[in-house]
């Protein structure tokens, strides 16, 4: 089956700096990658998704590229600010809509 | 998304008593799905169900169980023979299509007295 790694685990920014969370998946099969953020005692939602077709995406300050190739795809948050601190998930999806989800980072923003 | 309900939020179990935790989607979505969440451990799958009157173990379904005799629902009962249960559950649902995310709801922690 599909294994999903995620690094760091936990990543510390200065307000204003930029965030990068990467993700390995193992399964060619997989062409579906979308990113969570879970605030503290909150549900996981969608912040952005890329299909395997698209090598990159961007939505404001957060981008995410792939590396089809290498099997990799990364999260970018520009300007971080305190809001931005939460726990981050990348997943990968199959076609059959399953998806395999990473460890998580907790991402803090230090005002 | 106030699409998906989950109940109760918060829930005591005792040992060798089952539990069954609620999950009710208003979405029309054909899938649902159930996640345990541990500390630094993500989201790992417990059951998933693709249509109605079918579903499939995920990766850690051991000491539990689902229905699906619904669209809207999708019940998950912690039995007994779960031994470490204590953790937070995660139902979400989605279209089942291709390129679409989950949908999650706020979650409900269940923990042994």
């Known amino acids: 089956g599909e294994n999903v790694e995620q690094h760091p685990s936990t990543l510390s920014v200065q307000e204003g700096d930029s965030a990068v969370i990467k993700c390995t998946y193992s399964d060619s099969a997989s062409n579906y990658f979308p990113w969570y953020k879970q605030e503290l005692g909150k549900r996981p939602q969608l912040i952005i998704d890329i299909r395997s077709n698209v090598g990159e995406k961007k939505d404001q300050r957060i981008a995410v590229t792939l590396n089809k190739t290498a099997k990799h795809f990364s999260l970018h948050i520009t300007e971080t600010q305190p809001e931005d601190s939460a726990v981050y998930f990348c997943?990968?999806?199959?076609?059959?809509?399953?998806?395999?989800f990473g460890d998580g980072t907790t991402l803090t923003v230090k005002p | 998304d106030g699409g998906i309900t989950q109940s109760p939020k918060y829930l005591f179990r005792k040992e060798g008593q089952n539990v069954t935790l609620s999950c009710e989607q208003n979405l029309n979505h054909d899938a649902m799905y159930w996640y345990r969440q541990d500390p630094g451990q993500g989201l790992r799958l417990i059951y998933y169900?693709?249509?109605?009157?079918?579903?499939q173990k995920g990766d850690i379904a051991e000491g539990y169980s689902v229905s699906r005799e619904k669209k809207e629902s999708f019940p998950l009962t912690v039995t007994s023979a779960q031994k470490n249960p204590t953790a937070f559950y995660l139902c979400?649902?989605?279209?089942?299509?291709?390129?679409?995310?989950?949908?999650f709801g706020d979650g409900t922690r269940l923990s042994i007295l």
């Open positions: 997943a990968a999806n199959t076609n059959a809509g399953k998806s395999t």
């Open positions: 979400a649902s989605s279209t089942g299509q291709v390129y679409q995310p989950q949908h």
């Open positions: 169900s693709q249509i109605v009157n079918d579903f």
